[in-house]
């Protein structure tokens, strides 16, 4: 701005001066002493720690912050650089401008962190300077490891998971959202039992917890006990074993449902005859007849609980005639459904007879002439259910179309292996559940629950999927037949990434 009106400014220099120990030329500060000489006269961070020990618990892969508390952090994480800063005594002395890992080798038992410190010194100068922290990590078992290790079945705290149905498909799907979470990382010790499994835990909160977890992804409930165990008189301490019995409700994904009077008529005189097209904290309930859709609680559902009139083990394979459409495409709860009226045979009846049945369904965007399709065989069903003898005079359709069938297209898949794969849970058998017919009965069951995940995507979003591989890409060439079978994209496959030898030995994989 001067320069432009013409006015003479005078320019300002930076003055420097000359350093009392070298006689270098340096900036001007209130100690005259250029910073290396600074550091020579004074040593800011004397009387911090370079050396500390710390415990580790090797089993639970743990850290001792004591007196008694244990933190889980991995190496070279944020946590564990928060815990070994908190280790350093003194280090209020000076001001923390920098922390950092330094590299080293896991087997050494050794963790160095570089740290960089400001301290006012001579006249008020601001010096900086770095040093490096070595701590010796000791291997120490935490007190609920070395309960473990000494007595597997000193448990505090089960939870008994049970629903009352004839398969086991909620229960892979339990798995796959507990690995996802995390949700089963305290417990000691995981049983398959019949109906259900058994979690057992060594802190009556981890379990409390877990129960949450399981109500917040089912509709459950739930009662607790406990059992004194032993009483010191002298200091009042008493030992309890705890249960939790935790029942999921018995109605599961594409079930048929006779809804009570009672319900039927709190919902709007919804149904009778309902499909459950998911179930997860919420209950989902659809007409097939009419799109009318509703939701129950967990509170809403065990208030007037029902069981299903058929489940999925009773779907019989239908082949679709002729399709003619009713309605226009709607999406409901985030799935799409449209009405329409259609001729359809059993695949069991051909060559035996003529019987062809017209139903109306809410597959009427998926089916086509031609296409196979999953339904209920009220036609020749025998039920024997009380809240369908309750309604007078009501007719039942012959056939009631749950979902669209693929099974022409698995069997040309059939022992090839998938692109795909699920992680399981280290699961013990109980003795009562072991045998061949029981080993084919889940194998059966555990290929039907990841067909359901390939042709559901919604079923899908809640659970982690890993790329296999084993899977070799040459093979999907030699498949030219069943390509227009549902599948996983490839963009929804997370990388198998091995962090540790513990985790695979842990957490085992299942194509």
Request: contains cysteine; glycine residues 4%.
């Amino acid at each position: 701005m001067a320069q432009d009106t013409g006015m003479f400014t005078v320019h300002r220099t930076i003055g420097s001066v000359l350093c009392c120990k070298c006689g270098i030329s340096m900036q001007p500060n209130a100690a005259n002493m250029c910073a290396n000489c600074l550091r020579s006269e004074v040593d800011i961070t004397e009387g911090l720690q370079k050396h500390v020990i710390i415990c580790h618990c090797p089993e639970c892969d743990s850290y001792l912050q004591p007196p008694r508390t244990w933190l889980k952090a991995q190496l070279e994480s944020k946590e564990l650089l928060t815990f070994c800063v908190k280790r350093l005594k003194n280090l209020n002395k000076v001001r923390l401008v920098h922390a950092e890992f330094i590299w080293t080798e896991p087997h050494s038992k050794r963790i160095k962190v570089k740290l960089k410190v400001q301290k006012e010194v001579l006249h008020g100068a601001i010096l900086e300077q770095a040093y490096t922290v070595e701590y010796v990590i000791q291997d120490q078992m935490c007190d609920s490891c070395t309960r473990v290790q000494a007595n597997p079945d000193q448990w505090v705290a089960a939870v008994q998971l049970r629903q009352h149905v004839s398969h086991r498909r909620t229960f892979f799907y339990l798995e796959q959202l507990i690995l996802k979470h995390d949700a089963a990382a305290r417990a000691i010790r995981i049983k398959q039992m019949d109906q259900g499994i058994d979690i057992f835990f060594s802190n009556r909160s981890h379990a409390v917890k877990f129960v949450e977890f399981i109500g917040k992804v089912v509709p459950i409930r739930s009662r607790n006990d406990k059992q004194l165990v032993s009483h010191d008189t002298k200091s009042s301490i008493y030992n309890y074993k705890y249960t939790f019995s935790v029942e999921i409700c018995p109605v599961c994904r594409e079930d048929l449902i006779c809804l009570p009077p009672k319900v039927k008529d709190g919902l709007g005189n919804l149904g009778p005859l309902v499909i459950c097209t998911k179930v997860s904290n919420n209950i989902a309930l659809l007409d097939p007849f009419t799109l009318r859709n509703c939701f129950l609680d967990a509170e809403q559902y065990w208030r007037a609980s029902f069981k299903s009139l058929l489940s999925s083990r009773q779907l019989v394979e239908y082949i679709v005639l002729d399709v003619e459409s009713v309605s226009s495409e709607v999406n409901i709860g985030g799935s799409k459904y449209a009405l329409a009226d259609a001729q359809v045979a059993r695949v069991s009846d051909f060559g035996k007879n003529d019987t062809i049945f017209y139903v109306r369904t809410h597959l009427g965007h998926l089916l086509n002439p031609g296409d196979y399709a999953l339904g209920y065989d009220l036609y020749a069903a025998n039920s024997n259910d009380n809240e369908l003898d309750k309604y007078k005079g009501f007719v039942l359709p012959d056939v009631i179309l749950v979902k669209k069938s693929y099974e022409e297209k698995w069997q040309k898949k059939r022992g090839k292996p998938r692109l795909w794969k699920l992680k399981s849970l280290n699961m013990e058998i109980d003795d009562n559940v072991k045998g061949r017919d029981h080993e084919e009965k889940m194998s059966s069951e555990y290929e039907q629950f990841l067909r359901d995940l390939e042709e559901n995507p919604d079923l899908r979003f809640n659970i982690s999927l890993y790329r296999n591989r084993e899977y070799q890409p040459s093979e999907m060439a030699s498949v030219t037949d069943g390509d227009d079978a549902p599948t996983v994209a490839l963009e929804e496959l997370l990388a198998d990434l091995d962090l540790s030898e513990e985790e695979a030995d842990n957490d085992s994989m299942r194509e």
